[in-house]
T-cell receptor, first 110, second 112 residues
């Protein structure tokens, strides 16, 4: 079964700690994306990667970092520099046009 | 600068009636538009799309209409069912790229 896996579903961290969110896909898609969803703000693009070993900042990249060492994997690190890290994070992949989304990770930082 | 706008945060419709969700865009370079459906605490799922060379695309109960001159698209769901209750996002992209710009979403509630 092809798809996108995000783990864990829920994540809790203390303020000041970095945290890495996992995203894996077995769809053989070249492009991968990270979004965050906040109430009333839709989906905002954090980072995206069109190909292995290359990635670009999205609209709200400050306080986040990514890597793309393998085609299947695109982990997102939420650093302590991110002022409002509590959100629902969504990973997606695409080969053309339509993006396929993972189930999301709810991160809560207190 | 919100390039894709969904001005109605919520919509309530009776079961069996038509639901019409609207989306406006400002970037004239957008040439491909998509609608996604999202349930709480889940990832969005793709519903239907339309290329700028068309003005209508239909898939079962879902039809998307595109009015390029008005920079407006709409999603019609008929007949509406309780399982359609979700947040609907409009998205757009330009040229051959894969990057999507999303609207803020419309919460649809289909009542019995």
């Amino acid at each position: 079964d092809g798809g996108i896996t995000q783990s864990p579903k829920y994540l809790f961290r203390k303020e000041g700690q970095n945290v890495t969110l996992s995203c894996e896909q077995n769809l053989n898609h070249d492009a991968m994306y990270w979004y965050r969803q906040d109430p009333g703000q839709g989906l905002r693009l954090i980072y995206y990667s069109q190909i292995v070993n290359d990635f670009q900042k999205g609209d709200i990249a400050e306080g986040y970092s990514v890597s793309r060492e393998k085609k299947e994997s695109f982990p997102l690190t939420v650093t302590s520099a991110q002022k409002n890290p509590t959100a629902f994070y969504l990973c997606a992949s695409s080969i053309f046009g339509e993006q396929n989304f993972g189930p999301g990770t709810r991160l809560t930082v207190t | 600068d919100q390039q894709v706008k969904q001005n109605s945060p919520s919509l309530s419709v009776q079961e069996g009636r038509i639901s019409i969700l609207n989306c406006d865009y400002t970037n004239s370079m957008f040439d491909y538009f998509l609608w996604y459906k999202k349930y709480p605490a889940e990832g969005p799922t793709f519903l239907i799309s339309i290329s700028s060379i068309k003005d209508k695309n239909e898939d079962g109960r879902f039809t998307v209409f595109l009015n390029k001159s008005a920079k407006h698209l709409s999603l019609h769901i008929v007949p509406s069912q309780p399982g359609d209750s979700a947040v609907y996002f409009c998205a757009a992209k330009t040229g051959g790229g894969n990057k999507l710009t999303f609207g803020t979403g419309t919460q649809l509630k289909v009542e019995l």
